[in-house]
């Protein structure tokens, strides 16, 4: 079956870092863009990076631009997410999905949730002292 599977997540305070991972199983991990959305109590979905398959292109929304890092590992099979300088509104369940199409990212490029067929179970992400 088709499966993307989140790990990662936990507790640290402001200013710390974790590594999220995202390990995919039944597809091509290199043929397919894998995007990273996160959802807070109260809040909209919102999309943090994609990377795309084709030529590594990536996106970042600007609140997390220059402290998170998108990367993918084909022969893993895994897509990661550095998130550095950690600030309390980073605190969200953290999902990764894959969008088919595995195309370039424009520079207009911004992730849409409607344009991924299948997501992660998420993992939490908590940030504070």
């Known amino acids: 079956q088709l499966q993307l599977v989140e790990s990662g997540g936990g507790l640290v305070q402001p200013g710390g870092s974790l590594r999220l991972s995202c390990t995919v199983s039944g597809f091509t991990l290199e043929y397919a863009n894998i995007g990273w959305f996160r959802q807070a109590p109260g809040k909209e979905r919102e999309g943090v990076s994609c990377i795309s398959a084709s030529d590594g292109s990536t996106y970042y929304a600007d609140s997390v631009k220059g402290r998170f890092t998108i990367s993918r590992d084909n022969a893993k099979n895994t897509v990661f997410l550095q998130m550095n300088s950690l600030k309390p509104e980073d605190t969200a369940v953290y999902y990764c999905?894959?969008?088919?199409?595995?195309?370039?990212?424009?520079?207009?490029?911004?992730?849409?949730?409607?344009?991924?067929?299948?997501w992660g179970q998420g993992t939490q992400v908590t940030v504070s002292s």
């Open positions: 999905a894959r969008d088919p199409t595995g195309l370039p990212l424009s520079r207009l490029y911004v992730p849409d949730a409607i344009e991924f067929d299948y």
